[in-house]
């Protein structure tokens, strides 16, 4: 059976490095990231969550049919609001898939989660990383980031299914191992 595995979690704590080396692991495994299909729509810079907004329904879509081509899915995006969640978890419903939660939190807590956050993007070259820090300055910054934390771990509480992958900053691999181990 297929299965969409959703890579949640805070921004900056490695989903998208995590589902990239998932998918270079793992033949015929799609890493859908919605940030980096954001960047294909005309304007996103100047308009991040529009972008977001008309690409999402596309995801959807890609992650649907190739689901049901009989291959695996990884996700790696935050997702808190629950009705949002239960469009992707839809999806995987009717492509005949398994739909796997994990939700990446920093081990030493949400303080250091934002400290991650803010070190965010200097050493790579994701495009729409300066985006990302304009929307969380402008939703209210590193409190914005702590009530994520605090959503993330309700969702974590609210749906048994969701298991929580420790994230270590400077050690991408242990945090590989673990998300291998919890599968």
Request: net charge negative; glycine share 8%.
């Amino acid at each position: 059976m297929p299965r969409l595995l959703h890579l949640n979690g805070p921004p900056g704590i490695g989903k998208s490095t995590l589902a990239r080396r998932y998918a270079d692991e793992h033949p015929g495994v799609l890493s859908c990231d919605i940030d980096v299909l954001r960047t294909l729509i005309g304007g996103w810079s100047d308009d991040f969550a529009a972008a977001g907004a008309a690409i999402r329904p596309v995801a959807l879509a890609i992650i649907e049919a190739h689901l049901r081509a009989g291959c695996d899915v990884v996700l790696p995006q935050m997702l808190v609001d629950p009705a949002e969640l239960a469009r992707f978890e839809a999806v995987a419903s009717r492509a005949g898939a398994a739909f796997v939660e994990r939700v990446l939190l920093d081990e030493d807590g949400p303080d250091a989660a934002v400290a991650r956050f803010h070190r965010r993007g200097t050493d790579t070259p994701d495009p729409w990383h300066e985006q990302v820090r304009a929307i969380v300055a402008a939703q209210g910054g590193d409190d914005t980031l702590r009530r994520y934390h605090r959503a993330l771990r309700g969702l974590v509480d609210d749906r048994p299914g969701a298991v929580v992958v420790p994230s270590r900053e400077g050690d991408p691999d242990a945090t590989y191992e673990a998300l291998l181990r919890s599968l």
